[in-house]
């Protein structure tokens, strides 16, 4: 059973991420990452016409994807944990209706992706899902048109301002024990934090304060430090949050000389016209599986931290004048030979 630091839940018997699968569309078609994407796709309303209809349907080729890598077909689902940034999560909500797996719906806007992921390493590592399925998305058409304004507008984007990438993850994860994939062997669930920024177009400095948060609380349960992980990734900061952040983790006294930022890997900031990086559910979602677990199964990397971020606003608390409170949640991942195996009982 895990182990209860602080904030932090420590497994004696990792879960394993067994199968992983992203997809894109055509901006990040057009990015660094491309050649590691699962999934392209270069109509981004898969012909459909609908922006919200068509986040679903990315969502369920990239779940149907990592079914497949994993062996598994869809009743084989025991919980699925899903969410995305559409009013009432309605992408996933769709999707699920496709898959009729058990499910438990999220909302942490940017953070989904590692708030599933923990939830279903919780669930596996107790032994109340053999296979859990954590997935998330976002559609850069259907964000605008919900959060901001509609693309016919024409409205100028800020300097500060990020991409919501066109993109999805899913995970499959079970029970360690002898079980192939990338380990997990602890979870940090962030508190929300609130600075009072008020600026929409601003997410990285909304959502800083909860990394910070989020990764002093989890070096401390942990009795870790920085230089102990080979990379620690935050979910989509961008250029804008990943410098405040650095700043505040000097003055903890924890600087992050091995930061990497999935707002800052998806897509090449200087020359794809994305502002101050990439954000969304979808962007941590498409690293993690594209980038960072493919090269903890490989070996080289051997202990990763991941953290997504999310902004907890919503259009209507935004127009009413309130603040944009953040959170942030936090997942260890390993090589597998770092763990060593246990023998089923």
């Known amino acids: 059973m895990p182990v209860r630091s602080g904030d932090t839940l420590i497994f004696s018997t990792p879960p394993v991420v067994r199968a992983w699968a992203c997809a894109g569309g055509k901006k990040e078609a057009e990015g660094p990452l491309a050649v590691e994407f699962d999934l392209l796709f270069s109509d981004t309303s898969f012909g459909c016409g609908k922006w919200e209809k068509a986040e679903s349907l990315l969502q369920q080729k990239c779940v149907a994807r990592c079914l497949t890598k994993a062996g598994l077909d869809p009743d084989q689902v025991d919980l699925a944990f899903g969410g995305d940034l559409q009013a009432q999560c309605t992408a996933s909500n769709y999707t699920m209706r ?3 797996a058990p499910y438990a719906g999220l909302y ?4 989904t992706m590692a708030e599933g992921l923990a939830l279903a390493a919780c ?3 107790a032994g109340f899902a053999r296979q859990a399925l954590a997935f998330t998305s976002s559609h850069f058409c259907a964000a605008e048109r919900q959060f901001r304004t509609p693309l016919d507008y024409g409205g100028k984007r800020t300097t500060t301002a990020q991409w919501t990438a066109t993109a999805a993850g899913a995970c499959i994860l ?3 024990g002898g ?3 990338v380990p997990v062997t602890s979870v940090t669930f962030g508190r929300v934090q609130d600075y009072e920024v008020h600026d929409i177009n601003n997410m990285g400095a909304a959502m800083m304060p909860a990394a910070v948060s989020t990764l002093c609380h989890h070096f401390a349960d942990t009795a870790t430090r920085p230089a102990d992980y080979d990379a620690i990734f935050t979910g989509d900061l961008g250029r804008v949050g990943s ?9 903890e006294g924890l600087p992050l000389e091995n930061h990497l ?3 800052c890997l998806l897509y090449d900031v200087d020359t794809q016209q994305v502002q101050a990086g990439g954000s969304g559910a979808g962007c941590s979602a498409a690293v993690l599986c594209a980038h960072v677990l493919p090269r903890l199964m490989d070996g080289r990397w051997r202990r990763v931290l991941f953290l997504s971020t999310g902004a907890l606003m919503s ?3 935004y127009l009413q004048g309130e603040s944009i409170p953040g959170i942030a949640h936090a997942v260890e991942l390993a090589a597998p030979d770092t763990v060593p195996a246990k023998k089923e009982a």
């Open 315 to 317: 259009q209507t608390t």
């Open 123 to 125: 669930f596996a590592a």
């Open 174 to 176: 079970s029970p360690g």
């Open 108 to 111: 942490g806007a940017c953070s």
């Open 261 to 263: 930022d999935c707002g």
């Open 179 to 181: 079980q192939a994939g």
């Open 98 to 100: 496709w898959l009729g």
């Open 243 to 251: 410098g405040l952040l650095h700043d505040q983790m000097r003055r």
